[in-house]
């Protein structure tokens, strides 16, 4: 993997690696509490995280076992990219897709981090296993806005992983209040 792809994926593991850090300590009746009826709750807002991650590297392993039809990003996914993430920080509102809706199942704080840790590792070994060439092709899809090269994968990542952290910081003052 190149020197940049590393680096944005270790920013992502570092970001990882801090929320949990900031949720040291809380009970995991706190971590799992919804501060409103339709509201997710800590855990909740974490699974779709997990989710996201999980579904896009079980989309990557299929995809990188034939990389040969896979067109080159273009302007097309930038413009794609441009637009998820001017959606995402405007803060505008939308329902995740379904596919991506996490349950409302009691989990622990470190069944959540053994997870998403374990998908992390995966989709590295799998980033490290792509040809140089395969990084600037369209091999990740998108749920809405569509494919798009590895770069923006984990740029999308980024941008994801940093609008829920904070409901998952707003959820937290709700719930121990």
Do not use: C
Not at 25 to 34: H, Y
Not at 115 to 123: F, I, L, P, Q
Not at 151 to 158: G, I, K
Not at 163 to 172: D, E, G, I, N, S
């Amino acid at each position: 993997m190149n020197a940049k792809l590393q680096q944005q994926f270790n920013d992502l593991e570092e970001s990882r690696k801090a929320l949990f850090y900031d949720l040291r300590g809380q009970d995991d009746t706190i971590i799992n509490k919804k501060p409103s009826g339709e509201a997710w709750s800590i855990a909740q807002v974490m699974e779709h995280l997990i989710m996201s991650e999980e579904l896009s590297l079980k989309y990557l392993q299929k995809k990188t076992l034939d990389t040969s039809k896979a067109q080159v990003a273009g302007i097309g996914s930038h413009w794609r990219f441009f637009l998820t993430r001017t959606v995402f920080v405007m803060n505008i509102k939308y329902k995740a897709p379904s596919l991506i809706n996490p349950p409302a199942n009691f989990v622990s704080i470190k069944q959540l981090e053994e997870r998403w840790k374990a998908v992390r590792s995966e989709t590295l070994k799998l980033l490290n296993q792509l040809p140089e060439a395969d990084l600037k092709k369209e091999i990740w899809k998108h749920a809405i806005a569509g494919k798009m090269n590895i770069e923006q994968m984990l740029a999308f990542f980024a941008i994801h992983f940093n609008r829920h952290r904070k409901q998952v910081y707003r959820t937290l003052e709700e719930v121990v209040l």
